[in-house]
């Protein structure tokens, strides 16, 4: 279950990240933006993270700090790079997927 927590809390982190990355672009493109459309994406990234931190919480109850930390970080690199890929928001080039292998082995290698 402790496992479970860990990829709740990433996808909260990578909600979150979405969540203020497209409150900067409206922002961004609106001349004069309402209060409302500015406040909502802060406020639910405030609760993203809010939310992803009970579930890491809950999953360090069961695993080590050493292996958890780790693992719900790569879980959420995973989820961001996974969003630019599906969005087509960001370009992925050959040195973000090899960075991303990196950062896996380096993960690997870390939880043994």
């Keep these: 279950m402790a496992y479970l927590w860990l990829i709740l809390s990433a996808a909260c982190s990578v ?4 969540a203020l990355k ?3 672009a409206a922002s961004a493109q609106a001349a004069t933006p309402s209060l409302l459309t500015q ?3 802060y406020a639910g990234a405030i609760g993203a993270y809010g939310l992803g931190f009970g579930f890491y919480a809950l999953a360090l ?3 080590d700090l050493t292996l958890a930390y780790p693992l719900m970080v790569a879980f959420a690199i995973a989820g961001v790079f996974v969003y630019g890929l599906l969005s087509g928001a ?3 080039t050959a040195m973000r997927v090899a960075g991303a292998a990196f950062i896996a082995i380096g993960i690997f290698l870390i939880s043994k």
Excluded: K, Y
């Design 15 to 18: 909600a979150a990240s979405v």
């Design 22 to 24: 497209a409150a900067g």
């Design 39 to 41: 406040a909502l994406p």
């Design 61 to 63: 109850r069961q695993l």
């Design 90 to 92: 960001e370009a992925i």
